[in-house]
Nanobody
Framework: QVQLMESGGASVAAGGSLRLSCTAS????????WAWFRQAPGKEREAVAG???????TYTPAVKDRFTISKDNAKTTLYLQMNSLKPEDTAMYFC???????????????????WGQGTQVTVSS
């Protein structure tokens, strides 16, 4: 079992920045995939950014060049640095993790086993 807890959500003006954190505990040693998802009211949940154990990252086009996913292995913490925020970035943000299965897939396409409770990001115009 892996427990995930997000923090760092807030209300900001368009153009601002936020850094989300996701603290992991439990059997994290099996984790290979980590990702951030978001879900806006009335919309489906979408994968935003992913990272695998070797540090390879991937982003959905809507956030590429604005968001950066990273992981501090010593602290078992996942981060999402969000810059140049737009009103359309408003959503509940979730972190997720999953173990490795063959064949390897894009982290944005992986089915995730563990989820946090979410942290709200609101961007005003």
């Amino acid at each position: 079992q892996v427990q995930l807890m997000e923090s760092g959500g807030a209300s900001v003006a368009a153009g601002g920045s936020l850094r989300l954190s996701c603290t992991a505990s439990g059997n994290t040693y099996k984790t290979y995939y980590w990702a951030w998802f978001r879900q806006a009211p009335g919309k489906e949940r979408e994968a935003v950014a992913g990272i695998v154990a070797d540090g390879t990252t991937t982003y959905t086009p809507a956030v590429k060049d604005r968001f950066t996913i990273s992981k501090d292995n010593a602290k078992t913490t996942l981060y999402l640095q969000m810059n140049s925020l737009k009103p359309e970035d408003t959503a509940m943000y979730f972190c997720a993790s999953a173990s490795f299965e063959w064949p390897p897939v894009d982290p944005l396409a992986r089915e995730y086993e563990y989820w946090g409770q979410g942290t709200q990001v609101t961007v005003s115009s």
